[in-house]
Nanobody
Framework: QVQLVEPGGGLVQAGGSLRLSCAAS????????MGWYRQAPGKQRELVAR???????NYEESVKGRFTISRDNVKNTVYLEMNSLKPEDTAVYYC???????????WGKGTLVTVSS
């Protein structure tokens, strides 16, 4: 079992910045990927960004150049720095953990990010 704790959400004005973090604990595997997904009302959950243990990164097109994902493999923590936020970024952001070798996937409870105009 893996637990994901993801503080950092909140309210921010358009153009502002916010930093999310997610710490994983429990039965972890050394080779994994962690990332952020988001879901807005009436929309499907979508990938925001992912980063593997080796540093391979993938971003959703709309956040490229604005968001930065990083991780600390020692702390088992992933970060999402969000800049130039837009109202369209408003959503519940979920931390995700995937272990390919262990064939496991876990989700955080989600944290609400609200971007006002």
């Amino acid at each position: 079992q893996v637990q994901l704790v993801e503080p950092g959400g909140g309210l921010v004005q358009a153009g502002g910045s916010l930093r999310l973090s997610c710490a994983a604990s429990g039965r972890l595997f050394s080779i994994n990927s962690m990332g952020w997904y988001r879901q807005a009302p009436g929309k499907q959950r979508e990938l925001v960004a992912r980063i593997s243990t080796g540093g391979t990164i993938n971003y959703e097109e709309s956040v490229k150049g604005r968001f930065t994902i990083s991780r600390d493999n020692v702390k088992n923590t992933v970060y999402l720095e969000m800049n130039s936020l837009k109202p369209e970024d408003t959503a519940v952001y979920y931390c995700n953990y995937i272990s390919v070798i262990g064939a496991m996937e876990y989700w955080g409870k989600g944290t609400l990010v609200t971007v006002s105009s």
